[in-house]
């Protein structure tokens, strides 16, 4: 929607020696009604236009208008970047379709074999429901972390990733439902101008337009692939939940508890044998709970006298999270 902005965050390169291709960038907060600005509107697939192209030819910005510090710039758009991720992982969007695609799957009645058809439908939306309940549990962590000041850069990858998915295949189970309903399509709805009347009976309300404007969310806020690298690295670098070192405060046991997990998870418990342990057919390793067990984690919650380690709910959840 830029080619209804004012302003706009832009960052620029202010010390071309930097060393490293992320340094010497600044932030700047641009008057896109500067002389030398020019938006141009890029058409999607559907024929609406949701992002734009901006090009800055010989453009003057009052040095008031830098954000931050003068060459440290990228921390800023890490951090919009990340604020970003959380918004397009698009849970806002796909708990409406949700609803929507459960209305279609209760009545779409598509003839001959239709008690078989509703059964796959209903399951599809049954696995499909699984998927925004998981993605809506995981996604309010992640935004409560960023307003308390912290960066889940991690979480918001991953979080983009699966929502994108989910978002686009909401659309092509209501695609399958609808079937030829979907096909009505009025071109008034590309600028935004509601029809004085149904097109047909059954309108799906110009659904063409919703569906070829989710193909693309993938590239947006970092491509499918860029949030794939950074998972990736995330992973083989060492820097997930189980080998980042706590932030939050730990009493001298708990920090004991977990520095023994840690080091009992990177000696023998690596990525390796999760994989291999989830790709199993039972996908358990008894071996892995039988040494869980004599580190003393099925013990924590057990009273002292009974031989556990007399732990609480606080304390066992801060453990093993």
């Known amino acids: 929607m830029?080619?209804?902005?004012n302003w706009a965050l832009v960052l620029v390169r202010t010390d071309p020696s930097a060393r490293r291709k992320q340094e010497g960038i600044s932030v700047l907060?641009?008057?896109l009604r500067a002389p030398g600005v020019t938006v141009r509107p890029i058409r999607f697939i559907n024929g609406a236009h949701f992002h734009v192209q901006m090009f800055f030819d010989d453009v003057r910005v009052p040095a008031a208008n830098l954000v931050?510090?003068?060459?440290?710039?990228?921390?800023?758009a890490k951090g919009l970047l990340v604020i970003e991720r959380l918004f397009v992982a698009r849970v806002g969007d796909c708990k409406?379709?949700?609803a929507s695609a459960a209305k279609l799957a209760g009545t779409w009645r598509p003839g001959p074999g239709a008690q078989i058809e509703d059964a796959l439908l209903a399951r599809r939306h049954a696995e499909l429901d699984i998927r925004m309940r998981a993605l809506e549990a995981a996604?309010?962590?992640?935004?409560r972390l960023a307003e308390q000041g912290g960066s889940p850069e991690l979480e918001a990858s991953l979080l983009k990733l699966d929502g994108n998915l989910l978002l686009q295949d909401l659309h092509t189970f209501k695609l399958d439902a609808l079937g030829a309903r979907a096909l009505p399509f009025d071109p008034r709805a590309i600028d935004g101008e509601p029809s004085p009347e149904p097109l047909?009976?059954?309108h799906a309300e110009n659904f063409p337009l919703h569906y070829w404007r989710y193909r693309g969310i993938t590239l947006a806020g970092g491509s499918s692939e860029i949030q794939r690298q950074i998972v990736a690295k995330a992973v083989f670098g060492g820097l997930t939940e189980i080998d980042r070192p706590r932030q939050d405060e730990l009493d001298e046991q708990q920090a004991i508890m977990d520095g023994t997990l840690r080091r009992?998870?990177?000696k023998h418990y690596a990525f390796e044998r999760r994989r291999e342990t989830v790709a199993a057919r039972d996908g358990y390793d008894p071996a892995a709970w039988a040494a869980l067990a004599d580190l003393g984690l099925t013990g924590l919650l057990i009273p002292e006298c009974d031989g556990?380690?007399?732990g609480t709910v606080i304390l066992r959840a801060r453990t093993l999270r």
Request: net charge negative; no cysteine.
């Open 308 to 310: 556990g380690l007399g």
């Open 68 to 76: 931050g510090v003068e060459h440290a710039g990228w921390s800023i």
């Open 264 to 266: 009992w998870l990177d």
């Open 29 to 31: 907060l641009m008057d």
């Open 200 to 202: 047909s009976p059954g």
């Open 139 to 143: 996604w309010w962590p992640a935004v």
């Open 96 to 98: 409406p379709e949700l």
């Open 2 to 5: 830029g080619q209804w902005a």
